[in-house]
């Protein structure tokens, strides 16, 4: 555990109050040498209307997770995530956790448990380190 850890996972989850999703709102950020670089939650793609459920409450296929949101949105500024710290509301999926070990992400910090571990194991497997924080 780390200084800052409980004050950025403090940021990440009023960050998630921007999301527009109705189900679950999760928010990230990506933290390098004590200076964020990026931020995300989640949300449909940039031009789509702000409505992550369908008429059911069944999540879009297209919504993005914060994590995917964070991760692209530092691609676009030109800045790197190598070795950069994931502070997350939720423990990331499979996919996302594929993104995580391609953007070079060392550590991954995260509140609440996502309902499958797969992404968790793989990041585990990939030699990133994760920690769930209280």
């Known amino acids: ?7 950025y996972l403090q940021m990440a989850t009023i960050w998630a109050q921007n999301s527009y999703c109705k189900r679950r709102k999760v928010g990230a950020l990506l933290v390098k040498d004590r200076m964020i ?7 449909t793609p940039s031009g789509f209307e702000n409505i992550c459920e369908d008429e059911n409450g069944i999540t879009k296929p297209y919504v993005l997770h914060a994590e995917a949101n964070a991760i ?5 500024s030109g800045n790197s995530s190598q070795d950069a710290t994931l502070y997350v509301t939720a423990s990331p999926c499979l996919e996302c956790a ?4 391609q953007a070079g ?3 991954v910090v995260y509140r609440d448990e996502y309902r499958l571990t797969d992404g968790v194991d793989l990041l585990r497997k990939a030699g990133v ?3 769930k924080v209280d």
């Open 105 to 107: 992400i060392r550590r």
């Open 98 to 101: 594929k993104l995580i070990i």
């Open 37 to 43: 670089i990026s931020d995300g939650y989640n949300g």
């Open 1 to 7: 555990m780390e200084k800052f850890d409980h004050s």
């Open 72 to 76: 692209t949105k530092v691609a676009k």
């Open 129 to 131: 380190e994760v920690e």
